[in-house]
């Protein structure tokens, strides 16, 4: 049997939420591609506070993180203000759709 297109560069495509494939289709990452693409994003979240800060300054960068960080909150629904801009127009197609729980 072959191997799905996406099982080889670490994408599983499925129905989203028990649904026929086809409307509700959806695409992940496996384990393996999800945990390294984490890591990958950490380290470019690291080495642009670490360029603004020598642009910038340590003391500016950090004021500026502080004054995010409760904006941002933990980055899901119930801990961040942030998700109350994200709320879809009633009318909208998104506002049928299950909401997300972390940012996007």
């Known amino acids: 049997m072959a191997q799905p297109r996406g099982d080889r560069r670490g994408v599983d495509f ?3 939420d028990g649904l026929a494939l086809g409307r509700g289709k959806q695409a992940r990452l496996t384990a393996d591609r999800g945990a390294r693409a984490k890591t990958g994003g950490h380290r470019r979240i ?6 603004w800060e020598g642009r910038y300054g340590a ?3 950090a004021q500026a993180v502080s004054a995010l960080e409760p904006i941002v909150g933990d980055a899901t629904r119930d801990g961040s203000p942030l998700f109350a801009g994200l709320e ?5 197609w998104r ?3 299950r909401p997300p729980h972390t940012m996007p």
């Open 88 to 92: 879809p127009p009633p009318e909208g």
């Open 59 to 61: 003391d500016v960068i």
């Open 46 to 51: 690291d080495a642009t506070l670490e360029d």
């Open 95 to 97: 506002a049928r759709v």
């Open 14 to 16: 499925g129905a989203r």
